[in-house]
């Protein structure tokens, strides 16, 4: 069964760094590109970056180029979110995402984590 477990969300102040992780099972890792979606309260849900089935990374959302990092370890599993210089609008609930490919439509990632909380104090 396909299972995407998300953690290291929390409340970090505006300038600070948090660290996701997804821990992936039920699915052959080289086959699957990985990604982070998020929706931030009262705003549709964004796609924030990708890791290819390749592990290359694809960063959909402009406001968080030069600011975030996405990383894939297949031994382990996991594909890693690093924020960095975290703002106040990066508040929102971040979901770990999986499908054949990297899509820039949200609606077409075929599984979805239960999502981790990141809140951005000012």
């Known amino acids: 069964q396909l299972r995407l477990v998300e953690s290291g969300g929390g409340l970090v102040q505006s300038g600070g760094s948090l660290r996701l992780s997804c821990l992936a099972s039920?699915?052959?890792?080289?086959?699957?590109?990985i990604g982070w979606v998020r929706q931030a309260p009262g705003k549709e849900r964004e796609g924030v970056a990708c890791?290819?089935?390749?592990?290359?990374?694809?960063i959909f959302a402009d406001a968080v180029k030069g600011r975030f990092t996405i990383a894939r370890d297949n031994a382990k599993r996991t594909v890693s979110l690093d924020m960095n210089s975290l703002k106040p609008e990066d508040t929102a609930v971040y979901y770990c995402?999986?499908?054949?490919?990297?899509?820039?439509?949200?609606?077409?990632?075929?599984?979805w984590g239960h999502g981790t909380q990141v809140t951005v104090s000012s």
């Open positions: 995402v999986s499908g054949r490919n990297c899509y820039s439509d949200v609606e077409d990632w075929y599984s």
């Open positions: 039920g699915f052959t890792m080289e086959d699957t590109a």
């Open positions: 890791s290819t089935r390749s592990g290359a990374s694809i």
